[in-house]
Structure formats: structure tokens, C-alpha cells
Nanobody
Framework: QVQLVESGGGLVQAGGSLRLSCAVS????????MGWFRQVPGKEREFVSQ????????YYANSVKGRFRVTRDNAKNTLYLDMNTLKPDDTAVYYC????????????????WGQGTQVTVSS
């Protein structure tokens, strides 16, 4: 059974930082390029970032470029998202997702999803 479990969300003031984690089990982690998406109520799920299978390459949405950093630890089957200089517009539920291919920015191209973790940035 494939499981992706996000953690690390919470409430933070604008300008602050958070680190999200995504623990993955039930699949060969290093065979999947991993992505982060976010969603606010009433809007479509939005691509945030993706990292390649070995973590050597990463791709970011323009809205987070220079502020967010995606990494992975294949020995621990864990994906991370370091979020800095957070803005109220970053408020959303954040999801990790797995796909065999890189670069993929559409949610429909991802096979496995976590349940999401809420990030709230206050002004």
C-alpha cells in the first residue's frame, strides 16, 4: 500500500519559515520524481515544485522561486520543502505527490498523493 504522509504545516507570521516533510512508503522512492502542490478552497491545485529522482535537479513555480527549496533523502524515503520569507498568499493546503517523470507540473500527471498539511501565513 502506497502512503505519502505530509507533516510540518502550521501557523506562521509573514516573513517566517516552515519546513514540510513527506514520508513515503510502499513504492520505490528513488524511482519517482516528487512534487509539491498547494490548494486553497475554490481554486485548482497549484504546482509548487518538483525534484528529480536523485535530487540533482529541481523546478519551481515562479511564485516561490528564490524562497522555497525542495530536497529529498532517498535513504529515508522522505521529501522536504523548506519555505522561507513566507507571504499570506502562500496560505494553502500543501500536498506531496509522486510521478515517474520529470518535469511534470500538472496534477493529473502524478500517480500518488498525500492527504495534505495546512500552512497558514498571517499578515
Amino acid at each position: 500500500q502506497v502512503q505519502l504522509v505530509e507533516s510540518g504545516g502550521g501557523l506562521v507570521q509573514a516573513g517566517g519559515s516552515l519546513r514540510l516533510s513527506c514520508a513515503v512508503s510502499g513504492l520505490t522512492f528513488s524511482s519517482y520524481a516528487m512534487g509539491w502542490f498547494r490548494q486553497v478552497p475554490g481554486k485548482e491545485r497549484e504546482f509548487v515544485s518538483q525534484i528529480s529522482w536523485e535530487g540533482t535537479d529541481a523546478y519551481y513555480a515562479n511564485s516561490v522561486k528564490g524562497r522555497f527549496r525542495v530536497t529529498r533523502d532517498n535513504a529515508k524515503n522522505t521529501l522536504y520543502l523548506d519555505m522561507n520569507t513566507l507571504k499570506p498568499d502562500d496560505t494553502a493546503v500543501y500536498y506531496c505527490a509522486a510521478t515517474p517523470k520529470y518535469i511534470r507540473i500538472r496534477s493529473s500527471e502524478y500517480e500518488h498523493w498525500g492527504q495534505g498539511t495546512q500552512v497558514t501565513v498571517s499578515s
